[in-house]
């Protein structure tokens, strides 16, 4: 997992450069393809280790991102710590909403559902608004 962490930070500047125009990336004499393959399989290989290890909790990797990308924009290199800031923030919430609500611990994914549904459908509804056909 920490090698995942590790190429995700160090290629956050490199994936802004892409992501700006692929073109932009290929001037600038980028591999774009070739980087754009290690960008994702950096952030699968840290999807997958933190899934393995904490197990799936539904709508975090949802909600997070894009509330994130809203605070900071579209820079990589923020957006990657504040996603990572706010989801550990929004679970340790979630967490402790679970145990203390009720006389028996109310199970992460039921709480995550209630939070997570709205945000996604405003979120989608905000997003269509936006396609053109």
Do not use: N, Q
Not at 29 to 40: D, E, F, H, S
Request: proline share 6%; aromatic share 6%; glycine share 12%.
């Amino acid at each position: 997992m920490l090698t995942g962490e590790v190429d995700a930070i160090t290629g956050a500047p490199l994936a802004h450069e892409c992501d700006v125009a692929a073109r932009r990336g290929g001037a600038l004499g980028l591999p774009t393809g070739p980087l754009r393959v290690a960008i994702v399989s950096a952030a699968t290989l840290v999807t997958s280790a933190s899934v393995a290890t904490a197990g799936i909790i539904g709508w975090i990797g949802l909600v997070v991102p894009h509330v994130a990308r809203t605070l900071v924009g579209p820079d990589f290199a923020k957006l990657l710590l504040a996603a990572a800031l706010l989801g550990g923030g929004f679970l340790l919430l979630i967490d402790t909403l679970a145990r203390t609500m009720a006389p028996i611990e109310i199970p992460l994914g039921i709480l995550t559902a209630l939070v997570g549904t709205p945000v996604f459908i405003w979120l989608l509804a905000s997003v269509s608004k936006t396609w053109s056909y």
